[in-house]
């Protein structure tokens, strides 16, 4: 392997926190799964993944032109797109509980799977080896498996690649419980398998020492390894030395060297033997009191929560008679001894209940119960029911009798002993949000049931600012507390649970006093931390939209000082509409000391305040939450005290305490061992000589005493060292370790460790990869160890420079892998977005795959993405990359919700990126801003999550059900009309979008304005807050805004830009700064960035109904917007659901007061747009009857229905006008008696399903219908023109096909077109196509070839030359012809006839001819040609010469022959186009006097056919002049009385 190298740990999502594994998988449980992984049997081929049926079988996609249209883009809820192929139709069924190997092609960026587990595997680790026994190599796979592809072969096998074909390794793979990792090594054509292992399946024990073990493909047989193994713990990684002289080993296995082993464990070189018992944490063990053996030490660390206190209502019932036992609120805050005044008591012989209201959001994870035995009285067994959600609760405990953990639910029982004060019941499934409980005391003992004691208990402890969430009960050693700086008033806010709500602190600071704030408001949080352990923290804010501050709410600087001697972790929390839940700090917390250190949280009014509109500052407090995960301790008696011993923290025998020469026959090293292929072989898994100890293996025990981990008994389940690195004698190890010097990763030099910058990092790391000088790191971290720089997931430090550097903007979840392939990184893990550098650039939609090129510092765009977790990559051949997971889903183009539309040049359609990434929920922000975990192990990540937060319901899950069909319209109350269902679009979607040409920019960019049901991170943004529902994308610059200076709360369903404005519809409410509160439409000023506010009179709903507008459309290129949807009124017009604003004027007008229910969807016709076409459900204004689609005519402002409304079986929900053609209309929506969905044909006479639309099957949901051209015509037919198809867009299901998001119709057979994939990789949908030009011509464009064109502009070129040529010559020869002769009149007596022509006379007196026309024809049309004045010069000195001898001819003949019966005004009429001076000067022009023209009379009449435009009408026996005769079949002539020239048979005339 070259020194550029890689090493992978897969996500150890298999190891609990308690260092126990899952149960591995049943063969009836892998073999009753196989049928789900068939498609990958043992004869699965490449080929196999191929093919769907065709509708239209053998054709290629039609060509839509994009081109005509303007700027084009899809819209809807999907995290992928595929345009359809037949060649690439997959038959793959991905999975969410299997793991699915995939082969991406370098080349191309297709994904193609390869292989499957059974449901329930995993796969963890894969390598490649060139041979491996395939032609074009073959890919190793290790996990968590029974079988892959169909193929049985216990946690590991191999793929051929040319094949497809799965093989099992050896006889049936290898035993154990997981296999984390592997190396292909190819110098020996060996590949080593590390993991939780023991030996190959069918071979003894007594071989193989575990950990690891070797496999040669070229036998198929396994070998032990030369070290024997590691089985003291897992191999999690496996990587060669830069010189492949030796194999890196990491994971959390422990080692044995004998005698005395001198190493440094830190920079620190003090020497001390200490007797601590430290924990994991590095912390020394918790004195933890266990006053009851019904508690444990987990449980009593966790602090109880008060009860107490106005709004709190206690009741109990039924209740005993005797005096001091009837007040049930002396259980909560217990203040003496069981006994009256201090005990509790049912009725005699009764079920008694003991019921809790406390009207806030609490958050708790079990109860602590007190029996009394009062008269020998006592409960013993009783049931939990949790409020507001009255669910049974499912209860752990520990049974004092057994010392055993058990469960219960509908009856828990409680110890009748007296010895036993107190039972603790923890939740079983967790901590949940409560407002109350009611206990149920099923069963007792003598007289009846009753309590001493009860009491919620807290996730760990917590601290409120307001002191009405604090307590002051007796029972809590040292209540928490909070101490304030500056000004703060308490205020009440609204939970998402009804009727219930929390307290909080706001500080309100006017912007004229930041500049001389010394000191700005402060919050100090001092919980109570009752034991040492692994804590979450967690920063409880309330949304600004809920305290309603949102114009001024600012960020917040948050720090904790988790432990004594620690320094500062600080965040910055920034502004949010919604309730935040930040996470802090995740590690190591000490316990709270009476008089000495307790774990505090200051929370401070930013120093650099930011997302303020308003002339002040708010800032908001509520509460701090430490939540305990694991704790640290030594207690294990019942009723005692237990105390680990030794020096505090800092002290001589605390984690500083580094160095030292242990005194023992042994010293033990964790996490690191390296084998030499040169040394004789050893054992590792007994004691080594310390004679072989490399380097790394020195680091092994420096790490084992840094961490306090010695012994395999003794190791931390959550400590472990995923991966390590050699750059220049250095070795870097990374994974899941903390100390106070260094966190997660540090350096060794063979000497000593060299603390990286900052200490390191913040959380866990997976994987490192060497590019020259650069170590790459993936994992969970967010930023350096110490607050500071953020690194989100992914970071690069230079060994040159000992500097951190950041990979574009970090990824959004979990980095599992990162390998090496030449210049580029593969990045594997749990996340979906490539987050964006800086506020120039923005977040790019990725999936679980990503590649960083490191010569360009920039991410290569991949097009083609994965959905769902990827736990592993490897390179192969030719860059190629494999990778696996639970992949859930693969599209050719990763897209979230939103993508550009363009035709290539080659007429394919092609998309176009936007970088438009979602918010999934409040953990997000956290993550951004640096603090997620930093020891837990990566769960897997769910598609995008919608879970509500901490205070209010997510936004997203209210919005969702905005989206669901709904049971009733109550816009409308006659029970006549169904009401629409609305399509079932899953939230986070883009419903609709417009475009604005900003004319005040360079270029007059296109900008798309988006809205829909999302919360989208703009990070191009100079608001502080994400865009809510509505965004801008500027494709230029490929950056997403947000609209500022309003929140839009709710759905957005349309918008239309009308000049600079954007009208935005929906069902929504929108609160702007501007002053701006309207339901259901509003506008923004495109070019002055703000909401309009008092110009738009707003709508109004019905009683009991929200205003809902579905669809906006200009008429046309006019001021009117028609508005449309489910509303009664607009402003006071009476206006239902239909009306009409003028954009211009800024008024509403009514059409016919409008239609009573609700409109879908809607279109025009007419070339003027004077017919509106509406969709939906609703009654016209003279009927009561339901009507799905209507006609109204601007022309005279009535409405009728279209069609016969019988033969419509439902609601209408898409319509579109083909081209205004008011006789070619197409309508979808759903049957009101099955709820299927149905596609309609307007024919201009009635409504008919179309040719071939049976093929749409009923369970399609159709939410746009539009017209598209194409730039290759189809076969036209009567439905459908051959330059136009009928796009469908939604979620579609074609017979035969599978299902589509969108699809053509060519009037007789459909076209698959688009395919989409969610997040969650089930089929997503399209909500529509947006184009900004909608005034295009569906003419299809014709184009020659380019080689065509050319040779014929050659051709052209030639034959004018030829032609100006061939003129030049005829004048030459003209001119030198009229020098020599001269022209006289020649007159034929005797025939009746006058006649009038040239004649030439030759010089010699030779014979006469007459001269041809066509040559005085070319002459004129020459002259100024040759002259130099061009052709149109030319040309119209032809034209005045030849009017001139017309009319002259015609004026000599009427001064002459005044007997002919023509009047003088005719005469005159005729000839007066030119003046008496003209005509004089025309004569000195002249060189001889001219005869008159002759005169012709019609022997017959003649009618001109169409068109024959040069042909004169005559009439028989009338005469006419003749003009020209020179022609032998045709004469010009003109009517003497109306001056008419034209062509005339010579024949005809006498």
Request: some cysteine.
């Amino acid at each position: 392997m070259s020194p550029s190298g890689s090493i992978n740990s897969s996500r150890r999502s298999h190891r609990r926190q308690d260092g126990s594994t899952p149960a591995s998988s049943s063969p009836s449980s892998s073999s009753s799964s196989s049928s789900s992984s068939s498609s990958f049997g043992s004869s699965s081929k490449m080929a196999v993944l191929l093919a769907l049926p065709l509708l239209v079988s053998g054709q290629a996609l039609p060509q839509v032109d994009f081109s005509k249209m303007g700027s084009v883009a899809l819209g809807g809820s999907f995290s992928g797109l595929d345009f359809y192929s037949p060649s690439s139709s997959s038959s793959t069924n991905y999975s969410s509980s299997a793991s699915t190997l995939v082969i991406r092609s370098a080349s191309t960026s297709t994904i193609t799977p390869l292989a499957q587990t059974e449901q329930g595997g995993s796969i963890e680790a894969v390598c490649f080896l060139p041979s491996g026994g395939g032609p074009n190599g073959t890919v190793f796979v290790g996990g968590k498996f029974e079988e892959l592809g169909g193929v049985r072969s216990r946690n590991v096998a191999r793929v051929d690649i040319a094949t497809g074909e799965v093989s099992s390794l050896g006889a049936g793979g290898v035993e154990g419980e997981i296999i984390f990792a592997l190396y292909c090594d190819e110098s020996t054509s060996v590949v080593w398998i590390g993991g939780e292992l023991t030996t190959p399946v069918g071979e003894a024990s007594s071989s193989y020492g575990g950990g690891v073990l070797q496999y040669l493909p070229s036998s198929n047989t396994f070998s032990p390894a030369p070290f024997a193994g590691l089985s003291s713990g897992s191999v999690q990684s496996i990587s060669p030395s830069p010189s492949n002289s030796s194999l890196l080993f990491t994971g959390s296995f422990s080692l044995s060297y004998s005698g005395s082993s001198n190493v440094t464990s830190s920079t620190n070189s003090s020497s001390s033997n200490s007797t601590t018992q430290f924990s994991p944490t590095g912390l020394p063990l918790s004195n933890v009191t266990i006053l009851s053996s019904g508690a444990t030490a987990f449980s009593s660390t966790l602090s109880p929560i008060p009860l107490l206190g106005a709004g709190v209502l206690v009741d109990a019932e039924p209740t005993t008679t005797l005096e001091g036992y009837t007040d049930p609120s002396v259980l909560f805050c217990p203040t003496g001894d069981d006994g009256i005044d201090h005990t509790w008591l049912g009725r005699d012989q009764g079920i008694a209940q003991i019921n809790v209201q406390v009207y806030r959001a609490i958050t708790a994870s079990g109860i602590r119960v007190g029996n009394t035995f009062v008269n020998g009285r006592g409960t013993s067994a009783f049931s939990f029911v949790s409020v507001p959600d009255n669910t049974l609760l499912s209860l752990s405990y520990l049974d004092p009798e057994t010392g055993t953990t058990q469960t219960c639910s509908t009856s828990c029982p409680l110890s009748l002993n007296s010895s036993i004060p107190f039972q603790d019941f923890l939740f079983a499934d967790g901590g949940r949000d409560l407002t109350g409980f009611q206990m149920t005391l099923l069963e007792w003992r003598e007289e009846g049931p009753g309590l001493h004691l009860l009491e919620l208990l807290s996730d760990g402890a917590y601290a409120s600012a307001a002191t009405s969430g604090t307590t002051s009960c007796s029972s809590i050693d040292s209540p928490s507390n909070s101490t304030l700086v500056g000004t703060w008033n308490e205020i009440t806010i609204n939970t998402s649970i009804g009727g219930t709500t929390t307290t909080a602190l706001q500080s309100i600071i006017p912007s004229s006093d930041i500049a001389s704030l010394s000191t700005p408001p402060s919050v100090t949080f001092q919980p109570y931390i009752s034991g040492t352990g692994n804590y979450t923290v967690n920063v409880l804010i309330p949304g600004c939209l809920n305290v309603g501050d949102c114009s001024s709410r600012t960020s917040l600087d948050v720090s904790i000082q988790p432990y004594q001697g620690a320094g500062l972790w600080t965040s910055t929390i920034p502004p949010s509409q919604q309730d935040l839940t930040f996470l802090l700090y995740e590690g190591a917390i000490q316990k709270s000391e009476a008089g000495g250190f307790s774990p505090t949280v200051v929370l401070a009014m930013s120093s650099t305040p930011v997302g303020v509109n308003d002339d002040e500052y708010s800032v908001v407090a509520n509460r701090v939450e430490f939540r305990l995960m694991t704790l640290d301790t030594t207690g294990t008696g019942s009723n005692s005290s237990t105390t680990g011993t030794g020096g505090g923290i800092g002290g001589s025998g605390g984690i500083n305490g580094t160095s030292g020469t242990n005194s023992s026959s042994t010293v033990g090293g964790f996490g690191v061992y390296e084998w030499t292929r040169s040394t004789t072989e050893s054992n590792a898994t007994g004691l080594l000589p310390n004679t072989t100890q490399t380097s790394f293996d020195k680091l092994a025990v420096a790490l084992a005493s840094a961490i306090r981990a010695s012994s395999s008994s003794s190791i931390p389940s959550n400590v472990s060292v995923a991966a390590a690195l050699l750059v220049d004698s250095v070795y870097y190890i990374a994974g899941s370790f903390n100390t106070v010097t260094f966190a997660n990763i540090v350096s060794y030099d063979g000497t000593s460790f060299g603390v990286l910058p900052n200490a390191g990092l913040n959380g866990r790391v997976h994987s490192l990869a060497r590019v020259g000088t650069k170590v790459y790191v993936g994992g969970e971290f967010t930023r350096i160890a110490t607050p500071g720089q953020a690194l989100l997931r992914l970071a690069a430090f230079d060994t040159s420079t000992r500097a951190w550097e950041s990979l574009g903007g970090g990824v959004d979840g979990a980095v599992t892998g990162l390998v090496v392939s030449g210049t580029s990184i593969y990045v594997s893990g749990n996340f979906s977005t490539l987050l964006a550098a800086n506020s120039s650039s923005s977040s790019v939609a990725s999936g679980g795959f990503a590649v960083w090129d490191t010569t360009s510092s920039t991410w290569v765009n991949q097009q083609s993405v994965v959905l769902g977790d990827v736990s592993t990559v490897g390179a192969g051949a030719g860059g190629d990359a494999f990778f696996a997971g639970n992949i859930v889903g693969a599209a050719g183009f990763g897209a979230e919700g939103f993508v550009m539309l363009s035709s290539n040049s080659d007429g394919s359609p092609e998309f176009n990126a936007v970088p438009l990434s979602f918010a999934s929920s409040s953990s997000s922000s956290s993550s951004a801003n640096g603090s997620t975990a930093t020891r837990r192990t990566v769960s897997r990540r769910s598609p995008r999550s919608t879970s509500p937060s901490w205070l209010s319901i997510s936004a997203v899950a209210i919005k969702r059900a905005f989206l669901l069909p709904r049971q009733t319209d109550s816009s409308s109350s006659n029970p006549d009309v169904p009401s629409v269902p609305r399509s079932p679009t899953p939230a986070p979607a883009i419903l609709a979008a417009a475009f604005w040409t900003n004319s005040s920019e360079s270029g007059n960019p296109s900008i798309a304005v988006v809205g829909g049901n999302f919360s989208a991170n703009i990070l191009g943004s100079s608001s502080a807050l994400s865009s809510n529902n509505v965004a801008l994308y500027d494709p230029s610059t490929k950056t997403v805004r947000a609209l500022e200076g309003g929140v839009v709360d709710g759905v957005v369903l349309a918008l239309a830009v009308v000049g600079d404005r954007v009208f935005v519809g929906g069902e929504f409410r929108v609160n702007s700064t501007t002053g701006l509160d309207e339901e259901g439409l509003a506008i923004w000023d495109l070019k002055e960035r703000q909401w309009v506010a008092g110009e738009l009179p707003g709508l109004t709903a019905s009683t009991g109904s929200n205003v809902t507008v579905n669809v906006l459309a200009q008429r046309g290129t006019s001021s009117t917007l028609i508005v449309a949807g489910s509303f009664a009124e607009a402003g006071s017009l009476p206006c239902s659901s239909v009306c009409a604003w003028d954009t211009t004027d800024h008024q509403w007008s009514s059409l016919q007061n409008g239609l009573s229910g609700e409109i879908r969807a809607l279109d025009f016709a007419g070339a003027s747009s004077e017919i509106l076409v509406v969709a939906g459900s609703f009654s016209l204004p003279s009927s009561s009857a339901a009507s799905f689609v209507a006609q109204y005519f601007f022309a005279n402002s009535s409405w009728s229905a279209l069609g016969d409304s019988s033969s419509i079986p439902g609601p209408a929900t898409a319509i579109s006008v083909d081209n205004k053609n008011a006789s070619n209309i197409f309508i979808a929506g759903t049957s009101t008696t099955s709820n299927a969905s149905y596609l309609l044909r307007w024919d201009g006479s009635s409504w008919s399903a179309p040719t071939g639309t049976n093929f749409l099957e009923s369970t399609s949901v159709v939410q746009q219908l539009s017209f598209v051209p194409l730039s290759e015509a189809h076969d036209g037919n009567s439905v459908m023109e051959e330059d136009r198809m009928l796009m469908v867009s939604g979620a579609l299901a074609l017979e035969g096909q599978g299902t589509f998001s969108s699809a053509l119709y060519d009037g007789n057979a459909w076209h698959p077109y688009v395919k989409s994939t969610g997040s969650d990789g089930s089929p997503g949908a399209v909500s529509g196509m947006f184009n900004s030009d909608n005034s295009f011509n569906f003419s299809i464009r014709n184009f020659l070839a380019r080689g065509i064109v050319v040779l014929i502009c050659l051709a052209i070129a030639t034959g004018l030359i030829f032609l100006f040529v061939l003129i030049g010559v005829l004048i030459g020869v003209w001119r030198r012809k009229s020098e020599e002769n001269r022209s006289y009149p020649v007159g034929k007596e005797g025939d009746g006839r006058d006649s009038y022509s040239d004649v030439n006379v030759p010089a010699n007196g030779g014979s006469t001819r007459t001269r041809s026309a066509l040559l005085d024809h070319i002459d004129l049309a020459t002259a100024g040609v040759i002259a130099g004045g061009g052709a149109a010069a030319g040309g119209a000195a032809a034209f005045a010469q030849h009017e001139k001898s017309r009319t002259m001819a015609q004026s000599e003949y009427e001064q002459e022959h005044e007997h002919n019966p023509i009047s003088e005004s005719t005469a005159v009429a005729g000839a007066g186009r030119y003046s008496e001076e003209q005509y004089e000067d025309e004569q000195e022009e002249e060189e001889g006097e001219e005869e008159p023209p002759r005169t012709a009379v019609a022997r017959w009449s003649l009618e001109p056919d169409v068109g024959a435009e040069r042909e004169l009408r005559i009439q028989a026996g009338k005469p006419y002049i003749i003009l020209n005769d020179t022609s032998g079949e045709w004469w010009l002539a003109m009517d003497p009385e109306t001056g008419e020239q034209g062509a005339v048979p010579a024949s005809w005339m006498l």
